[in-house]
């Protein structure tokens, strides 16, 4: 409960359209039987009432993020997101759940390919921050 609640203390929980999660590579997924951010986030869901919807998909198996250096996360997570369907983000404000934030990448990469669908705003929610890696690379590349 104590995220729902600190989730509706920082945003306005009534403009959020709909809940996605960074999702894992299938096989990631077979391998260890559940998605961690998408349990997270359709816990979101049920707390606040808004949606989960399945937004993205992971199009490309890359390597796994805390195995690599600062410069090396960049580029590995280029290209590997794709969105399920624009029609379901297309004009939306989109809360996307992921476990852990350490330097941002991974929430950026996924954050730019749903404002190249058309998302409106895209608010970012973790369970856990790396503390003295923040990340500010996230840019909207539509109006």
Sequence with gaps: ???AEALKE???ISKIDC???VPLHLSR????GFNQSETFAREIAKLTGVPYVELLKKVKKNKIQHELSLAERTENVKGVYDVVDEALIAGKT???CDDILTT???MGECANVLFNAGAKEVVGATIARVR????TGATK???
């Excluded at 997924?29 to 260890?32: D, G, L």
């Excluded at 003295?132 to 990340?135: A, E, P, S, V």
């Design 1 to 3: 409960f104590y995220i």
């Design 10 to 12: 920082n945003i306005d």
């Design 19 to 21: 809940i996605g999660s």
């Design 29 to 32: 997924k077979r391998e260890r």
């Design 94 to 96: 989109v809360l996307l």
């Design 104 to 106: 941002g990448n991974t």
């Design 132 to 135: 003295d890696k923040i990340y």
């Design 141 to 143: 590349t539509n109006t």
